[in-house]
Each structure stands twice: as C-alpha cells, then as structure tokens.
C-alpha cells in the first residue's frame, strides 16, 4: 500500500503570502497517479491538479504542482481568503486503488 | 455540466447495513472514460476511498463489507456497507472517476455534496 505523508499538518500564513505544501509518498510514484484536492469547511473536495502538475479546469494559476518519486509540492502564490482551506494528495493505483494524504490545513495567521 | 446526489437514511443501527445511492443528472454514467466511487470522510478527520462501483475493487480495510453495485438505465450507483459499527459514522461522498484517453490514470473530477451518516442505537 502507498502512504502519503503530508507536511505541515497545519500551515499559517497570511492573505498575500506564499503556501508550499508537501506530500510524500511511502515509495516511488508515477507522477501521473499523483493528484491534490481542496477542500473548503463544510464542502465536497474539489480537484485541483491532476498528474502531480496539470490544473483542472477553472483552476488559477497562483496554484501549482510539482514533484517526482516520493516527493510531491503543491504550491499556493498570493493567497487569498478563498485559498484557506484543507488539503488533500491522492495517489492511483495499487491497493487500495486510491490512497489520500492526511490533509494539510491552511489557516490564515 | 454533471452532477451527483447522495442519499439515503442519515441514521443506521449497529450491526445493521447502510444503503446509500447516487444519481448521477446532467450527464451519462456510460462511457468508457468514467467510473465512479464511494469514499467517506469522519467528523474532524481525512478521506477514505471505499470502493469503485461494478467491480470488486474495495477498500480491503473494510474487510468484505461492501458491495458497490451501478445501474446505468437508472444513472444511479449504490452503496451497501455491512454490519456497520460506530465507526462507520461519516460524510459519504460519491464521485466521478475519469480517465483521460489514451491514458491510464485517474482522477476525481466530479463530486457529490456528500451525506452524514451516524451509526448509533
């Protein structure tokens, strides 16, 4: 079974600052199994990017992935209000077919 | 543009076996590119896939619990976890899996706004 380890498990910033988020992977992965999801209070997850770096549709570009092997970086630029929320990897593939990260928490300071 | 509801009763007794459906609006359930999952989410914690409807492919965490069954005439998927305890209390949430041609991965692109379920007497 794949394990993903996300860091930091809570992340304090402001409004305009930077988010790099991380998500590690128990072995090596194809980046193309590799995807991140947002999820807001009280709402469904939402896709955000898929095969580690493309955005989904109707995604911005102040959102970023990157990675390969075991290491994964979702990266937020200029945060805005919307943008504080909980955020999920996904790894496809193996079993379970599909394993989730614990979910890092980006909080405003 | 698709979307899914879940429903079903929001209260299940122990031992007893929770019924959860999925109708899928707006969109086909055919179609080579998609298929489609249960994953649930505890109060406070993260998300757990369950299993992929039409097939065998579960959770093994879950221990032959769960049957995943689709009726595409219908577009509708369902649920049924077995001898539930209250460890099974959760948001439910279904979702579509697609898969872009030509490749081999996927993703959840589309989900429902999930369902709580609390298992108790």
């Known amino acids: 079974e794949i394990v993903l380890t996300q860091s930091p498990g809570t992340l304090s910033l402001s409004p305009g600052e930077r988010a790099t988020l991380s998500c590690r992977a128990s072995?090596?992965?194809?980046?193309?199994?590799l995807t991140w999801y947002q999820q807001r209070p009280g709402q469904a997850p939402r896709l955000l990017i898929y095969r580690t770096s493309t955005r989904a549709t109707g995604i911005v570009d102040r959102f970023s992935g990157s990675g390969s092997g075991t290491d994964f970086t979702l990266t937020i630029t200029r945060l805005e209000p919307e943008d504080f929320a909980v955020y999920y990897c996904q790894h496809y593939g193996g079993s379970p077919l599909y394993t989730f990260g614990q979910g890092t928490k980006l909080e405003i300071k | 543009q698709v979307q899914l509801q879940e429903s079903g009763p929001g209260l299940v007794k122990p031992s007893q076996t929770l019924s959860l459906t999925c109708t899928v609006s707006s969109g086909s359930m055919s179609g080579y590119s998609y298929s489609w999952s249960w994953i649930r989410q505890p109060a406070g914690k993260g998300l757990e896939w369950i299993g992929r409807a039409g097939s065998n492919n579960n959770n093994p965490s879950l221990k032959g619990r769960v049957t995943i069954s689709i009726d595409t005439s219908q577009n509708q998927f369902s649920l049924r976890l077995t001898s539930v305890t209250a460890a099974d209390t959760a948001v439910y949430y279904c979702?579509?899996?697609?898969?872009?041609?030509?490749?081999?991965?996927?993703?959840?692109?589309?989900w429902g706004k999930g369902t709580t379920v609390t298992v108790s007497s």
């Open positions: 072995q090596s992965v194809s980046g193309d199994y």
């Open positions: 979702a579509r899996e697609y898969k872009p041609l030509y490749y081999d991965y996927y993703y959840m692109d589309v």
